[in-house]
């Protein structure tokens, strides 16, 4: 039973560089979820998949984040121009399929082991 | 807006003690509510969650937590507390009318210390 994976689980990189993210969900998840945890808070949500389609972005995502899932499998989340502000803990989650909307919000998310950002 | 408030930054229980850590949390309407754990490193991992029904809720490793909806809180207990059970500790909550499209809301985490 393998869960979610993150690669790489640590990135140190320059102000300016950009860095790419990677996080394989549950088999046959459908739905995938990105999030950012800071030191001494909680994760904050920045967007997630139902498959390939990105349905809902929070305004913490600024231009300079992308995130695609072109295969409604793996996905990618890419920082632009990083800042050091960015240095954060990046978490992947993902879950089960549901029907509506309201069995989505009872969804349980499994989390990966996230990716931790380094920006000098 | 949903939010999540645990007013405790960090519990400190002797082993074999029961332990409570707090959470209470606002929405809009009816809330779906999760704990997770993480270690050091790693991370987050599901304890349970309350959708509906009874009010008390069981998940992992002996935790329970009960749903007060006047109070609107959902504290986590577990009756006798093991070393092995400090970590940091979140609540989340979800409000049903957005049907899942913004995620969870956590709280900032509550550091738990099992003292032997």
């Known amino acids: 039973d393998t869960g979610v994976s993150q690669d790489p689980r640590h990135k140190i990189t320059k102000r300016g560089q950009n860095v790419t993210f990677r996080c394989d969900p549950i088999?046959?998840?459908?739905?995938l979820y990105w999030y950012r945890q800071t030191l001494g808070q909680g994760p904050e949500f920045l967007t997630y998949?139902?498959?390939?389609?990105?349905?809902?972005k929070s305004r913490l995502l600024s231009d300079r984040f992308s995130a695609e899932r072109p295969k409604g499998s793996f996905s990618t989340l890419e920082i632009q121009r990083t800042e050091q502000g960015d240095s954060a803990m990046y978490l992947c989650?993902?879950?089960?399929?549901?029907?509506?909307?309201?069995?989505?919000?009872?969804?349980?998310?499994?989390f990966g082991p996230g990716t931790r950002l380094l920006v000098l | 807006a949903q939010s999540v408030a645990q007013p405790e930054d960090q519990v400190n229980v002797a082993e074999g003690n029961p332990l409570t850590v707090k959470c209470t949390y606002s929405?809009?309407?009816?809330?779906?509510l999760f704990w997770y754990v993480q270690y050091p490193n790693r991370g987050l991992q599901f304890l349970l969650k309350?959708?509906?029904?009874?009010?008390l809720v069981k998940g992992s490793y002996g935790f329970e937590a009960e749903f007060n909806k006047s109070q609107t809180s959902f504290h986590l207990k577990k009756p006798s507390a093991l070393v092995s059970d400090s970590a940091l500790y979140f609540c989340?909550?979800?409000?049903?009318?957005?049907?899942?499209?913004?995620?969870?809301?956590f709280g900032k985490g509550t550091h738990l210390i099992i003292q032997p």
């Open positions: 088999s046959e998840h459908n739905r």
């Open positions: 929405v809009s309407g009816n809330p779906y």
């Open positions: 998949f139902q498959n390939e389609a990105q349905l809902e």
């Open positions: 309350y959708i509906t029904g009874d009010n």
């Open positions: 989650a993902s879950s089960d399929k549901s029907w509506g909307p309201e069995l989505n919000s009872q969804e349980t998310q499994y």
């Open positions: 989340a909550v979800r409000d049903w009318l957005r049907g899942g499209a913004d995620g969870l809301t």
